[in-house]
């Protein structure tokens, strides 16, 4: 079955720095890489995703790259600001196959320092 | 648009008890998943259903833990004869492609 890994586990960056997460896959039939932010009680809510069919996708500060090749997909973030701060999760899901699951990286938990 | 639903938001039950956690989907959604997270953990996909059909139970508990979504009404996870290690956060999504995650139900076991 799939595996995701991701790292680091922890970051912390100054105010108005960039940050970047990487996650790796193994299930090459994996084809939606959804990314999520958790703030501590609260829900995981997606901030941007990427289908494997597309290299880079972008939204104001935030962008995912993928990587199919190497099975390889990162969350970049420009301009920190204190609120980035929370867990961010990375994610796979081989969407149209026999699992409709998403298999969850362990987290990252960003700092971010005003 | 009201999004996913979960209720309680916080459930405190004693070693033996039974739990039940609810959840509605958003409107028009007909996929249900359900994710456990222990504290400091990432989310550990239990069970996906659609109306009145398991899809895939592969994450969930053998024993104890049972899930369903009716044709009315909300999805439930049970569990029966709650201990300690069942004491996480449990979350349902919703969705085809994109899930949407409600917010979640705090369950303690004492």
């Known amino acids: 079955g799939e595996n995701v890994e991701q790292h680091p586990s922890t970051l912390s960056v100054q105010e108005g720095d960039s940050a970047v997460i990487k996650c790796t896959y193994s299930?090459?039939?994996?084809?939606?890489f959804p990314w999520y932010k958790q703030e501590l009680g609260k829900r995981p809510q997606l901030i941007i995703d990427?289908?494997?069919?597309?290299g880079e996708k972008k939204d104001q500060r935030i962008a995912v790259t993928l990587n199919k090749t190497a099975k390889h997909f990162s969350l970049h973030i420009t301009e920190t600001q204190p609120e980035d701060s929370a867990v961010y999760f990375c994610?796979?899901?081989?969407?149209?196959?026999?699992?409709?699951?998403?298999?969850f990286g362990k987290g990252t938990k960003l700092s971010v320092k005003p | 648009n009201a999004g996913v639903m979960q209720n309680p938001r916080h459930l405190v039950r004693r070693r033996g008890q039974e739990a039940r956690l609810r959840c509605s989907p958003m409107?028009?959604?007909?996929?249900v998943y359900w994710y456990r997270q222990l504290p400091e953990e990432g989310l550990k996909f239990m069970v996906y259903?659609?109306?009145?059909?398991?899809?895939?139970e592969s994450g969930m508990p053998k024993e104890r833990f049972s899930a369903e979504f009716p044709k009315e009404g909300p999805s439930i996870l049970r569990i029966q004869q709650v201990v300690r290690g069942d004491s996480a956060a449990y979350f349902c999504?919703?969705?085809?492609?994109?899930?949407?995650f409600g917010p979640g139900t705090r369950l303690l076991v004492l």
């Open positions: 994610a796979a899901r081989n969407y149209g196959g026999s699992q409709g699951n998403l298999i």
């Open positions: 990427i289908r494997s069919n597309v």
């Open positions: 299930d090459s039939a994996s084809n939606y």
């Open positions: 259903l659609q109306k009145e059909n398991i899809i895939d």
């Open positions: 409107k028009g959604h007909s996929h």
């Open positions: 999504a919703s969705g085809e492609e994109t899930q949407y």
